[in-house]
């Protein structure tokens, strides 16, 4: 049997070597009514419907179905590949990768509070660390968690705070440098959990609970970057913890990041975390409220006297 797509305008010399088909074959290829192949050469066609020239003219299931495009490979969207798009998939990734450094620093303390048995209170060197890497799971996990509950508007993958700034990561690279290097010279007895790390971990606590208790209150008011232009929307927050403190999510995060370095017993680190966050919350408070002053006016200006910062020096 000739097959008819192997045919093209060469193979035919007239229409006569094709047969008639019969009506049981055409309904079985699915030609319509006028897809007539005949002895005629062409006949005029039903309205809406193209004359039928030729064997190549006939329509057929084949012919009426759309060529498929050659597969294009979508562009990787996946912060594996170092694209940053806010996608369900990369905030998995990421969560579950703080959830992974939040659960190792959980079973090294766990591991080693056993191990200090029958005095669990005198841990070595390691358990500041494990409960560090705890710290800074719940802190970046928290920010993103917070945003996309109370300001679904601006939540993104910036709101991790992973890429917060490049001075920030050097801090805390420092950090884990001074804490590795004192492990090394002095031996566990140095980072020994004790009454310092104790005094840091309430520093942390209080930290990271008077920045989520910020976030909370202010609710879509709440950004992480200064806005500079105000929303119709846009008001002062004056409950809460907004009633007694100014500004509690950059005191929050004061003492929770200093908190970290006491913790970790990090002398060097806890001074110059303490002093370099203080140089950066000044800077920013004064700028950010002459902007919420233009925003408010004599507003601002009298909530600002009726409450205070608590970063030391500010």
């Known amino acids: 049997m000739m097959s008819l797509g192997a045919l093209d305008d060469g193979d035919v010399e007239g229409v006569d070597k094709f047969p008639v088909v019969s009506e049981k074959v055409r309904r079985r290829l699915g030609f319509e009514d006028t897809d007539v192949m005949d002895n005629s050469p062409s006949r005029p066609s039903r309205p809406g419907v193209e004359n039928v020239s030729s064997p190549l003219s006939v329509s057929s299931p084949l012919s009426r179905t759309p060529m498929k495009t050659p597969l294009r490979l979508r562009k990787s969207t996946s912060i594996l590949s170092g694209a940053w798009d806010h996608l369900p998939e990369n905030v998995a990734l990421i969560s579950y990768f703080l959830g992974c450094v939040g659960g190792a620093g959980i079973m090294t303390v ?114 992480h970057h200064i806005q500079y232009v105000r929303k119709a929307d846009h008001v002062i927050v004056t409950t809460g913890i907004y009633a007694k403190f100014r500004h509690p999510s950059y005191t929050g995060f004061f003492f929770w990041a200093s908190g970290t370095q006491v913790m970790l017993v990090n002398p060097v680190s806890a001074v110059v975390f303490s002093i370099a966050l203080r140089h950066f919350f000044k800077d920013r408070i004064e700028y950010e409220e002459d902007t919420l002053i233009s925003f408010f006016g004599e507003e601002y200006v009298q909530y600002r006297k009726r409450t205070w910062v608590c970063i030391p020096f500010v």
């Open 110 to 223: 766990v591991w080693i509070v056993c191990a200090s048995m029958p005095r669990p209170w005198d841990m070595h060197g390691f358990a500041p660390f494990g409960a560090y890497m705890f710290a800074m799971s719940v802190f970046h996990l928290l920010e993103y968690v917070t945003t996309a509950t109370y300001n679904r508007a601006t939540v993104s993958l910036d709101s991790f705070l992973l890429n917060h700034s490049k001075e920030y990561f050097a801090a805390v690279f420092g950090g884990i440098v001074e804490f590795a290097l004192e492990q090394y010279l002095f031996g566990a007895t140095w980072n020994r959990w004790g009454y310092v790390s104790w005094f840091g971990l309430v520093l942390v606590i209080f930290g990271q609970t008077l920045r989520t208790l910020a976030m909370y209150t202010a609710g879509s008011n709440f950004n």
